[in-house]
């Protein structure tokens, strides 16, 4: 009897040991996930804000022109009125052949200011209809004004932003406050893929899984319009659900341009494929 009892509570013993295991790779799991998930948000977005930034800085925008792409892919239309320009863009799978992501719907920007005038205020109201990347909806507003005391500085703000993936999931980001410094290919403006950039900030959200998260960015991010991906860079994740708040962290690398990160959590580290580039 005295043998019976002590296995039964030897096997007691073991299945708490592995649900609790199993809840903790579940948990995990969801980590790695929700940083692969944002991951590829912020591609996302950042695809956008270099559509954005390319368009605005063309000469031909300065001078009130309109145009469209060689394929007629993609149309931009101006109406320009005292200090406030508004673009409108097209596109019809349009595809820029340097990192292969293809666009639909419109973008729309208005523009106070002037972006070639250093001394004045520079400000950009990004909305989108019926806007695709990849397939992935994009909706939000988003607004990117120049710093009043260095000119290769913009504060970007995002309200109500959502990504709705094409499996039908979706990603929110209430609230994103952003500092992008232009710091390569200004003394370019007509040649767009030299141009270098770094982001920091945080953003808030509910992930894929319904989860809410915040993110900050630790180690300033590094972005190059000839790459599909953030080449280097650190994000402290935290994920809060019924549990309590986690938290991961996403190293991009040092530099290279590939698509492989590193999820710390709890000091085990775990190799990710970042997704929304080629």
């Known amino acids: 009897m005295k043998t019976n009892y002590v296995f039964r509570m030897f096997l007691m013993a073991l ?5 609790s295991s199993c809840r903790k790779e579940k948990d995990t799991d969801i980590l790695v996930s ?6 590829e948000v912020s591609a996302i977005f950042n695809e956008v804000d270099d559509e954005v930034g390319g368009i605005s800085t063309l000469k031909s925008m300065e001078a009130g022109l309109s145009g469209y792409d060689s394929s007629g892919s993609k149309v931009v239309t101006i109406d320009s009125s005292g200090n406030q320009t508004i673009i409108t863009v097209t596109y019809n799978n349009y595809c820029n052949g340097r990192n292969l992501r293809i666009k639909n719907g419109k973008i729309i920007i208005t523009i106070e200011g002037r972006y070639a005038d250093v001394a004045s205020a520079y400000r950009k109201e990004v909305t989108f209809q019926n806007f695709t990347i990849n397939g992935n909806l994009i909706e939000g507003t988003r607004v ?3 710093d009043s005391a260095n000119p290769y500085v913009y504060h970007i703000t995002l309200q109500n932003g959502k990504i709705t993936f094409t499996d039908g999931t979706s990603c929110t980001r209430t ?13 370019t403006p007509n040649f767009l893929w030299d141009d270098t950039y770094t982001i920091e900030g945080t953003a808030s959200g509910v992930n894929r899984q319904g989860k809410s998260y915040t993110h900050t960015i630790t180690t300033p991010l590094q972005i190059s319009l000839d790459c599909p991906w953030i080449k280097a860079g650190v994000i402290r994740f935290e994920v809060t659900d019924d549990k309590g708040t986690r938290e991961a962290t996403l190293d991009y690398g040092t530099g290279a341009c590939d698509n492989i990160g590193t999820v710390t959590i709890e000091g085990k580290t775990y190799t990710i494929r970042l997704r929304g580039g080629k």
């Open 15 to 19: 299945m708490v040991a592995v649900v």
């Open 34 to 39: 929700n940083s692969e998930d944002d991951a």
């Open 144 to 146: 990117i004004a120049k």
């Open 175 to 187: 609230v994103e406050t952003r500092t992008r410094t232009w710091t390569g290919g200004y003394n």
